[in-house]
């Protein structure tokens, strides 16, 4: 089992930029055989997908909305998974949440945009973004 602990949300000005960082811990062993993905909760929306890395080949996606502006990685030797956001826009506005699914074989990539395919989430970190 995982516990997933994000941090650096805050408050910054359109234009500027952020880095959000999520710390995985697994008491039965070496947590780096999972997808990793970003999801935000904007005021009064629903769930949406921000971006993804796989444990396979390391591929990144990405939505469309954030596409060229923030970038998502992965240390697995230090256990963290981080989102860079550079040109923030007051619609990126959220709660931020990191989720890990298990890679137990090929999957559909499509599938990573699902909330529902991820396994373990963190209690999200709020980021506010002002014009």
């Known amino acids: 089992q995982v516990q997933l602990t994000e941090s650096g949300g805050g408050l910054v000005q359109a234009g500027g930029s952020l880095r959000l960082s999520c710390a995985a811990s697994?008491?039965?062993?070496?947590?780096?055989?999972?997808?990793m993905g970003w999801f935000r909760r904007a005021p009064g929306q629903e769930r949406d997908f921000v971006a993804a890395i796989t444990w396979i080949g390391y591929s990144t996606y990405y939505s469309d909305s954030v596409k060229g502006r923030f970038t998502i990685s992965r240390d697995n030797l230090k256990n963290t998974l981080y989102l860079q956001m550079n040109n923030l826009k007051p619609e990126d506005t959220a709660v931020y949440f990191c989720?890990?699914?298990?890679?137990?074989?090929?999957?559909?990539?499509?599938?990573?945009?699902?909330?529902?395919?991820?396994?373990?989430w963190g209690q999200g970190t709020q980021v506010t973004v002002s014009s």
């Open positions: 989720a890990a699914r298990t890679v137990t074989g090929p999957r559909p990539s499509d599938s990573l945009r699902d909330g529902i395919t991820y396994d373990f």
């Open positions: 697994d008491r039965t062993g070496p947590n780096n055989d999972y997808d």
